[in-house]
């Protein structure tokens, strides 16, 4: 009995030490990854964010898993490029006006009072660029660009009335990025920087009389509950780049390579439904929740451009030959498009 014993333990050894050298290789092959976004959970990028997150899950049969940090609980926005070209974190979903200070290029259809506001015409606009942003970013950050999607256009949200750009002087208005910040300066308010996650409570204490942004942001943030104004500017609007570290894509299986860009593709579709709803619906939301809209003046929306065309003028002369070609290629579609509608 015991040589029969004996007999069976060596066998019995060897299938033990496979089953977990078996389970430490499965354990090895999967690929942990982050994914920050700068909007609020509820907001429909950090909700198609989830929703890629658990489709690559499936389609890699759990050798891809991909932990979503909205409100920027991962990196701050401004740290992102950098975050994602040094594979610290392999995916971002960032606004222009966040990197523009490490890359001016990603905030040109941030500027203000350039891009019209016609949805369908900045669809046309994404698609003709996407090409040149992914040869761009990926030979000086080694980043793959899964797409560009601009969100609704910028208004300033109010606690106190108004009823020109004259009554708005002096008041404390959070802006984001450089140019933004340059064109509240431009037409009388004073910029204030405030995180985005801090917004909320300083326009409740009033360290703030105002913010720049767009419906359905301020609507996901509950910005109705702390403002009750709406400014109908309609500038710019954030173009959210969606950024892949490309050594990690290339990590990656070929299946699960494949996988990952198809579902990619999937994501890409939501964000920019997303944006849809939003330019659709933000603005009805707001007003069933109380908030008020103030028409800009014919007068107020000159002063507005002259102070845009100022900027814009200005930000073009500082890009180099590279850059250039984006800006030069946006324009002229830009230029073709105001002609058609005169």
Same mark, same amino acid.
């Given at each position: 009995?015991?040589?029969?014993?004996?007999?069976?333990?060596?066998?019995?050894?060897?299938?033990?030490?496979?089953?977990?050298?078996?389970?430490?290789?499965?354990?090895?092959?999967?690929?942990?990854?982050?994914?920050?976004?700068?909007?609020?959970?509820?907001?429909?990028?950090?909700?198609?964010?989830?929703?890629?997150?658990?489709?690559?899950?499936?389609?890699?049969?759990?050798?891809?898993?991909?932990?979503?940090?909205?409100?920027?609980?991962?990196?701050?926005?401004?740290?992102?490029?950098?975050?994602?070209?040094?594979? $610290?974190?392999?995916?971002?979903?960032?606004?222009?006006?966040?990197?523009?200070?490490?890359?001016?290029?990603?905030?040109?259809?941030?500027?203000?009072?350039?891009?019209?506001?016609?949805?369908?015409?900045?669809?046309?606009?994404?698609?003709?660029?996407?090409?040149?942003?992914?040869?761009?970013?990926?030979?000086?950050?080694?980043?793959?660009?899964?797409?560009?999607?601009?969100?609704?256009?910028?208004?300033?949200?109010?606690?106190?009335?108004?009823?020109?750009?004259?009554? $708005?002087?002096?008041?404390?208005?959070?802006?984001?990025?450089?140019?933004?910040?340059?064109?509240?300066?431009?037409?009388?308010?004073?910029?204030?920087?405030?995180?985005?996650?801090?917004?909320?409570?300083?326009?409740?204490?009033?360290?703030?009389?105002?913010?720049?942004?767009?419906?359905?942001?301020?609507?996901?943030?509950?910005?109705?509950?702390?403002?009750?104004?709406?400014?109908?500017?309609?500038?710019?609007?954030?173009?959210?780049?969606?950024?892949?570290?490309?050594?990690?894509?290339?990590?990656?299986?070929?299946?699960?390579?494949?996988?990952?860009?198809?579902?990619?593709?999937?994501?890409?579709?939501?964000?920019?439904?997303?944006?849809?709803?939003?330019?659709?619906?933000?603005?009805?939301? $707001?007003?069933?929740?109380?908030?008020?809209?103030?028409?800009?003046?014919?007068?107020?929306?000159?002063?507005?451009?002259?102070?845009?065309?100022?900027?814009?003028?200005?930000?073009?002369?500082?890009?180099?030959?590279?850059?250039?070609?984006?800006?030069?290629?946006?324009?002229?579609?830009?230029?073709?498009?105001?002609?058609?509608?005169?």
């Amino acid at each position: 009995m015991k040589l029969f014993m004996k007999l069976f333990a060596i066998p019995a050894i060897v299938l033990s030490a496979l089953l977990v050298g078996s389970t430490s290789s499965q354990a090895a092959d999967v690929q942990n990854w982050t994914l920050g976004d700068v909007d609020s959970p509820a907001h429909w990028g950090p909700t198609a964010a989830r929703k890629f997150s658990e489709a690559v899950d499936k389609a890699t049969s759990g050798r891809v898993k991909i932990t979503v940090y909205p409100v920027e609980s991962l990196f701050k926005g401004k740290d992102s490029l950098d975050a994602v070209s040094k594979n $610290l974190t392999q995916m971002y979903r960032v606004g222009g006006l966040h990197t523009a200070g490490e890359e001016r290029i990603l905030e040109l259809l941030d500027l203000p009072f350039f891009v019209p506001a016609d949805y369908d015409f900045r669809n046309k606009l994404w698609d003709t660029l996407l090409p040149m942003y992914r040869e761009l970013l990926k030979k000086r950050f080694g980043i793959y660009i899964a797409d560009l999607v601009q969100a609704e256009p910028r208004m300033i949200y109010t606690k106190d009335s108004f009823n020109d750009l004259n009554d $708005l002087k002096g008041r404390k208005i959070r802006t984001a990025g450089p140019s933004e910040t340059e064109f509240t300066r431009a037409i009388g308010m004073v910029p204030a920087t405030i995180m985005p996650s801090e917004i909320y409570t300083a326009l409740q204490q009033g360290v703030i009389d105002g913010n720049w942004v767009a419906d359905a942001p301020h609507f996901y943030n509950k910005g109705y509950e702390v403002t009750k104004y709406i400014y109908d500017v309609g500038s710019g609007g954030f173009t959210f780049y969606v950024m892949v570290n490309q050594e990690a894509l290339d990590a990656l299986s070929e299946a699960d390579r494949k996988a990952v860009m198809a579902e990619l593709d999937v994501y890409s579709k939501d964000l920019r439904e997303g944006s849809r709803s939003g330019y659709v619906n933000g603005r009805t939301w $707001l007003k069933e929740k109380g908030m008020q809209v103030v028409p800009v003046t014919d007068a107020d929306r000159a002063v507005m451009q002259k102070a845009a065309g100022a900027i814009v003028e200005k930000w073009q002369e500082q890009l180099d030959p590279e850059q250039r070609k984006l800006y030069d290629l946006a324009k002229k579609m830009i230029d073709e498009y105001n002609a058609s509608k005169k």
